[in-house]
């Protein structure tokens, strides 16, 4: 149901002693919501040189080789390739957490148990622009996997619940929203749930039947006996999460799998899997999978073919109107415009 | 829920074996100790599978070429050609592990696949394609004999190769009097000698027989099926007992190319066909659904299915 609105109980509330103090400490410290936006800059640049120390195995001298030779611009679209999906979790756990808690707190201090200072999450989730809103979830749209995209309808839920147009909606309206949200999410996934009963994917099925239920109930304030231990407990509980979920995104190579046919002198043919690094005049440079860089001469090299990598391949056997569950909408697009290219036989192949 | 979603993610494993786990079990992951696939062919066979200057060529030799080429053994430096002298060579080469694979009209049995395909003697991929019996008669008849009737009142002037399937359709179910030899090449052998006027046998090896003596022989569009005994032949991929990592495999590719192929996309099967076997088999066949697909995880998994 739409929530009071959290500026209205602000400005009611301007006499509160609590909250006077709170915002002279706010004005004191530098804000949550600009060291939030510092981070968002900075921690790609500096994840993105983490990434080629993984990406060297570890060894100084090849990371300086990735250093002086894979192009920075390159790089930084790697990793927003790869880190959209992991930032754009973050960033939706945190504002629909914030405004939660936000929420919250604006009706703890209106029953007279105001917080001691206003939750983190809540002040980044107040200082982020409506567009930064918008485009996180329409970011997330496009790069989640189809099977978490449910979890997106809870948090749109509650993120917008502070705006003006979910706030003005009357009983009537937002029970008619509600429910031609539900007919059409269950006409759209019906027969994936039911194809991940049969299948006994029982996660899958959670997910996709459980957000839409979350998302009736998630609207407006928790209880306040609640939102202190919310607050200290959810909070570090994302950064946990969004550390563990970065590692995987720190593995993830930069450049692409190729496997590079050499004849050698004595006539042998070699095949290298690994990434190229570099090329000049004379030579190749390709870093195996396995560890270690090759330099090759030009004249030995005869083929190379683009491989896919074994993560790459799916777990579930499940999709929603043919879209793949562990796609997300942009390669499942793709995957329209151009069919799944032939996988060489040479790709298969356990190399030395 | 995004904390489990992310575990989720991390820890789950696919539920079904990749292309690659196969091509482990089967042995032929690694080249170093399995360098060259042995396929078991005919080599003096027309149109299915023959020698032209010194290289193995035909319909089954392209059928398995594009097989040996999807396991990584993409040319014939990787191929060890095994030749198939008679019938007999096929099944005894599997069962002493001559060859890997068979592709040499090794039609199916229950005796030699097992019911349902699931195993007999040796394993069977496929069908890769389905033939029927048919007629072939010297071209001076051509017009003269086109019926069954007109075959009948030949007598004895039909030939075909003793126990086969054409020789039990015409004498058990079609109650003719027929010359049973001891091979097919016998009695084209007599059709050009004048001694026989027609002769009965598998359609692939009649079209090879007719692209073989071009303007002596002509295969009539003839069927000598009957409803109990529709003389249908299963030609499938014979692939040793020990195994059957290896006949999922094949089956898994041949069926690749079954979808492309009903998906309206160019196939190394089409390809064979047009090139050895549609001018002389009389029809345009397509390429047969296998009948055990495996279930195989690939990296077009996630593709559109329509």
Redesign the interface.
């Known amino acids: 149901m739409p929530s009071p609105r959290r500026g209205e109980h602000m400005a009611d509330d301007s006499s509160d002693p609590d909250l006077d103090s709170q915002d002279s400490e706010l004005r004191q410290r530098p804000s949550g919501g600009r060291a939030f936006w510092t981070v968002a800059v900075a921690l790609p640049a500096a994840f993105a040189l983490l990434r080629l120390w993984v990406e060297a195995g570890g060894q100084v001298q090849i990371v300086l080789l990735l250093a002086e030779n894979v192009n920075p611009t390159n790089l930084l679209a790697s990793m927003f390739i790869t880190g959209t999906r992991v930032v754009t979790m973050v960033l939706v756990a945190v504002f629909a957490l914030g405004s939660i808690l936000g929420i919250s707190a604006d009706n703890a201090a209106r029953r007279g148990k105001p917080l001691p200072r206003r939750p983190l999450f809540a002040r980044w989730a107040e200082a982020a622009p409506l567009w930064s809103l918008v485009t996180t979830f329409v970011l997330a749209m496009a790069t989640w996997p189809i099977l978490y995209l449910p979890l997106l309808l809870p948090a749109l839920v509650a993120v917008f619940q502070t705006t003006s147009v979910y706030r003005d909606m009357s009983t009537v309206q937002w029970l008619l929203v509600a429910a031609l949200t539900l007919a059409s999410y269950g006409w759209l996934v019906w027969p994936t749930m039911h194809a991940a009963w049969r299948q006994h994917e029982y996660f899958a099925l959670l997910m996709f039947a459980s957000p839409p239920l979350l998302a009736l109930m998630i609207g407006g304030p928790v209880p306040a006996m609640l939102v202190r231990p919310m607050a200290v407990i959810v909070q570090p509980a994302v950064l946990i999460i969004f550390v563990w979920a970065t590692l995987p995104v720190l593995s993830t190579p930069v450049l692409p799998l190729t496997v590079t046919t050499v004849t050698n002198a004595d006539g042998t043919t070699e095949f290298i899997r690994g990434y190229v690094i570099g090329t000049d005049d004379m030579m190749i440079s390709i870093l195996q999978e396995h560890g270690g860089v090759r330099y090759l001469h030009h004249t030995t090299v005869t083929a190379r073919v683009l491989c896919p990598s074994p993560e790459e391949l799916p777990v579930y056997k499940l999709r929603v109107r043919d879209l793949h569950v562990e796609d997300s909408l942009l390669e499942a697009m793709g995957r329209r415009v151009r069919s799944a290219p032939v996988t060489d036989a040479v790709c298969r192949r356990t190399l030395g | 829920?995004?904390?489990?979603?992310?575990?989720?993610d991390?820890n789950?494993?696919?539920?079904?074996p990749?292309?690659?786990e196969k091509?482990?079990e089967a042995g032929l992951?690694?080249?170093?100790k399995h360098p060259k696939l042995r396929i078991g062919v005919y080599t003096r066979r027309p149109l299915l599978g023959f020698m032209e200057n010194g290289v193995n060529r035909g319909f089954e030799v392209e059928i398995a070429r594009y097989i040996a080429?999807?396991?990584?053994?993409?040319s014939d430096q990787k191929i060890e050609w095994v030749e198939i002298g008679t019938p007999n060579d096929r099944q005894i080469f599997l069962q002493q592990g001559k060859v890997d694979l068979v592709f040499a009209s090794f039609s199916h049995t229950d005796n030699r696949c097992g019911k349902d395909w699931a195993g007999g003697d040796v394993l069977c991929a496929g069908p890769y394609l389905i033939t029927e019996q048919s007629v072939i008669i010297p071209m001076t008849m051509k017009g003269k004999i086109s019926s069954i009737q007109h075959l009948k009142d030949l007598g004895g002037k039909v030939c075909v190769a003793a126990g086969t399937t054409s020789e039990r359709l015409l004498t058990e179910d079609r109650q003719m009097a027929v010359s049973s030899l001891n091979g097919t090449e016998l009695c084209i052998d007599g059709i050009r000698a004048g001694t026989y006027l027609a002769a009965s046998s598998d359609r692939t090896i009649l079209a090879g027989f007719a692209a073989k003596y071009q303007g002596e022989l002509l295969v009539l569009d003839l069927k000598l099926g009957t409803a109990d005994r529709p003389g249908i032949e299963q030609l499938a991929v014979g692939v040793p007992r020990s195994n059957p990592a290896l006949r999922e495999l094949v089956d898994y590719f041949l069926n690749k190319s079954f979808k492309d192929q009903q998906a309206g996309k160019a196939t190394a099967w089409t390809s064979a066909f047009d090139q050895y076997l549609s001018r002389w088999y009389g029809e345009q066949l397509t390429q047969p659904s296998p009948q055990r697909v495996p279930d195989l995880?690939?990296?077009?998994?996630?593709?559109?299915?329509?």
């Open positions: 829920m995004i904390g489990a979603a992310a575990c989720q991390r789950k494993r696919p539920g079904r990749s292309v690659e091509l482990v992951a690694d080249h170093s080429k999807n396991l990584g053994y993409d995880l690939d990296y077009d998994a996630k593709s559109p299915t329509r």
